[in-house]
Every structure is written in C-alpha cells, then in structure tokens.
C-alpha cells in the first residue's frame, strides 16, 4: 500500500504524537492540608499541573489518537499497487473515416491486447475505453470522421501515467491505417515527447469504395455572388462531385445528394442547417478547416448546439474553436452546413487562403476520399528508435481515486461522535460528585 499524497499522514502522525504528550500532563486536586485562614478559601475544587507516569484518561486519548490518524491516512488517500510486470501497453486504435476494413482492425488490436492494457480508440478526438477493454474491442466501429493522430499520442501520455505502476516498461503501440490525412504539423512534435520507440501495426486499409468520375464544383446562388471569384479560382482542382447552394433548398438537391455527391448548404443570408441565432453576435478572428487557415474579422450570427449537431462531423472550427461547418453523413453522399459569412465588399474571395479554404470545404464526402498511405519516411519518424519507454519517464496521476479514503473518514467522523460522547459523561460524572461533596459539606 502506498499514499497519493502521504504528507498528510505525516502530519497527522505528528499531531497523534502531539496528543499522547498532552494527556502525559495531567491535572489533579492536591493534598489537603489544614490552614488557619481555610474560612477565606473559596468553595471551590483546588487543582493543581502535574506530569504523570502514565496517561490519563487513556479511552480519550486511544479516540483522539484515532480520530487526528483516521483523518490524515484518509486525506492522504491510500492505494494499493499491484505487483509489476515486464511490459504494459498503450495501445491506440484507429477508429475513423479512413479505416476500410474495421473486422481486421479489430482483429489486429485484440492480437496486442493484453489484462492491463490501457486502449484508446480515436477519430478526430480520443476516447479512453473503459471497463473490460476486450469486451469494446469486440464493438468498435468506424466513424465518419477523420482521424487525427495528434490528440491520440496526447491521451496515450495520461493513459501511461496511469499504468505506470503495473509495469518496468511501457510500449506505444498504434493500429491504424495511417492514412496520409491523420498526420498534421503537430504530429511529429507530440510523438518526440514519448521517449523510445512505438510499434506501427498498419491494419483496416482493405479496398477503397469505386468511385464516381470527378465533376466540376458547383455553385448555385445570386448573380453577383462573391463566393463565384472564388469557386472560378478553384478551377478543375475542384473537381470533387460537390454542390454549393447559397439559396433555398431544391428537389435537383436531394438527387444530387442522393447520387454519392457533397450537398454544401452555405447560405448567403438565412440560417444555415442545424444553426440557430447566436446571442449576442460577435466577431471572430479566423477560420479553419484541415490546412487552411483564413485570417479575417467574420461576424458569428449562427451558433450550433450540441442537440442539433448530434450525429455530425466538425469539418471547419473558429479560432476559438467552435464548429464553424459540419457534415452529416448520409445512405448516399453527406451534406454540409457552413455559416462562415463572406462581405460583398472587398478582396477576401480573391485571397489565395479563402480559395483553399472553399476547395476544403467543397472536398469529397469522408467516405469518398482516397486512400494515401503515410510515407515510409514519416513512418520512421513515428516509430522512433531505442527501447522502450521507463515507467519513471510519466509521471503518477494525481486524481486516481483511493478506494479506503471514505472508510477512514467515516471512521474518523464515528471517533469524533465517540469522543464527544465520552466527554460528555465524564463531565456529568464530575458534576455529580461535585454535588455529592457539597452536600456532605453542608451536612456536616
């Protein structure tokens, strides 16, 4: 057993020390002695300080003693530590929109698991898999959205901290398609933070969907739309089976949509899918989605909250990280709702970054986006080199919960009621032999 934060028991091992010392000085009534001025003495009960031998009150002194040392174990929150092995592992499994074949996922990641493991399935965010973590292997499937590595090695370093006392080493192991699309600018960055090397188990890419020959983005909206300067500069390159509608909704929309292509609802001025009005409005200082960053003042007028949006992919965030675009996936297609305002007035639709912005919004539904296989060179970087990493390289988690700390805080709760209890009688007992003594006072 061992304490999360043991200098609480320390202090309260100082203060039980402190207690018995206390009950070592004791007070008591002293020899009578026969005064000629005894008639001026009030009647009252004469005592006096003394050190003892031995303690007095002993019943108090075992439930104050109790009660400081029940607090401080309690405070500083025992565990126990279960007895290490050789290895553990940390073992990410990839969950996205690029896994193909998520039965040989599933396989590969029930082949490294072992009791003791820790498992984090992620998408574009992390999930840490709780309880029998063989039983949600058996369960996982893909999700529309992309996968991103970099928020996956962040939770792979919590979840080590909280393995780290089961093993000597901890090894990162990563079972993914590693589609070129998972690796952002951070990436690299994280993944040095994790010291040694990481096993790469490349599983689930299977056999990409055929896919429908490319057309030219459209765009259908006001004459004099400024979101066509960009669309025009986009060129072939947009070439993605993907629809912009910046008015009201049509039948020719649903049988694009339901012909495998990317519905983009960006109105010009309504409200756009799943939005609803933002109070107050405000203005926000930039815009992304994957790559492309736009740096712009945007007025926010829609918001989309967590009950309408349930179900979607974030494709485009604010700056300070509010979904800006989502997609909901659908039989056929996805579509998309933007409520990224464009001005009328000035260059922002000529910038180049806007244009590549509107070519990330208009990409391919998640489904439909070719493979593209990290490169051998990147996938060096990410396994890493050495041997594996030393539990002493992360650090213990501070918020484990101990299981005993309750118990010695009730106990220490039923001490205090039992102290207070034993106080209590011992002072009546004195009360009554106080009366006791002034009656046989009077009586005589």
């Not at 019943?59 to 009660?67: A, H, K, S, T, W």
């Not at 999700?143 to 901890?170: E, Q, T, V, W, Y």
């Not at 930039?286 to 309408?308: C, M, N, Q």
């Not at 004195?430 to 009586?443: C, F, M």
Request: charged letters at 20%; hydrophobic letters at 50%.
């Amino acid at each position: 057993m061992t304490f999360l934060a043991p200098g609480f028991f320390l202090a309260s091992l100082a203060a039980a020390v402190a207690v018995v010392a206390l009950h070592f000085i004791v007070t008591r009534q002293p020899k009578a002695g026969v005064l000629p001025t005894a008639r001026f003495v009030p009647d009252l009960q004469a005592t006096s300080t003394a050190r003892a031998t031995r303690p007095s009150d002993l019943l108090l002194m075992l439930l104050r003693v109790l009660l400081v040392l029940a607090v401080g174990a309690g405070l500083a929150r025992p565990i126990f530590k279960p007895a290490r092995s050789a290895r553990a592992r940390v073992i990410l499994v990839d969950a996205s929109s690029s896994v193909r074949d998520i039965a040989a996922l599933r396989d590969s990641a029930r082949q490294y698991y072992m009791d003791g493991d820790a498992v984090i399935e992620f998408d574009s965010s992390a999930r840490a898999l709780q309880g029998k973590a063989s039983d949600s292997l058996a369960n996982i499937q893909s999700s529309k959205a992309s996968g991103r590595l970099s928020p996956a090695l962040i939770a792979a370093f919590r979840a080590a901290s909280g393995i780290r006392d089961n093993a000597d080493s901890l090894e990162l192991v990563v079972i993914s398609p590693f589609d070129v699309r998972e690796i952002d600018a951070a990436t690299d960055s994280i993944r040095i933070l994790w010291p040694g090397r990481a096993r790469l188990v490349k599983a689930g890419v299977g056999e990409a969907p055929a896919r429908a020959q490319p057309e030219r983005l459209q765009l259908r909206g006001a004459a004099r739309d400024p979101l066509a300067i960009s669309v025009a500069k986009l060129g072939t390159a947009a070439g993605n089976n993907s629809r912009i509608v910046r008015d009201a909704r049509g039948a020719d929309d649903s049988v694009w949509l339901t012909s495998g292509h990317a519905l983009i609802e960006w109105p010009a001025n309504d409200r756009p899918l799943g939005a609803v009005p933002r109070a107050p409005v405000d203005t926000i200082g930039g815009v992304v989605t994957g790559g492309s960053l736009v740096i712009s003042a945007f007025p926010r007028k829609w918001a989309y909250p967590a009950d309408s949006i349930r179900g979607a992919a974030v494709v485009a965030r604010w700056a300070d990280g509010q979904p800006a675009a989502v997609e909901w996936p659908q039989k056929s297609g996805c579509t998309r709702s933007v409520s990224v305002p464009l001005n009328p007035v000035g260059d922002l639709a000529l910038s180049s970054d806007f244009v590549r912005f509107v070519g990330a919004i208009a990409r391919r539904c998640s489904d439909d986006i070719p493979y593209v296989a990290v490169a051998q060179a990147e996938m060096a970087s990410l396994a890493g080199r050495g041997s594996l990493a030393s539990h002493d390289d992360f650090k213990s988690r501070d918020d484990v919960r101990s299981l005993f700390a309750p118990w010695l805080l009730a106990v220490a709760l039923l001490a205090a009621i039992a102290e207070l209890l034993v106080r209590r009688r011992r002072s009546e007992a004195v009360s009554e032999a106080d009366v006791q003594r002034s009656r046989l006072g009077r009586a005589a």
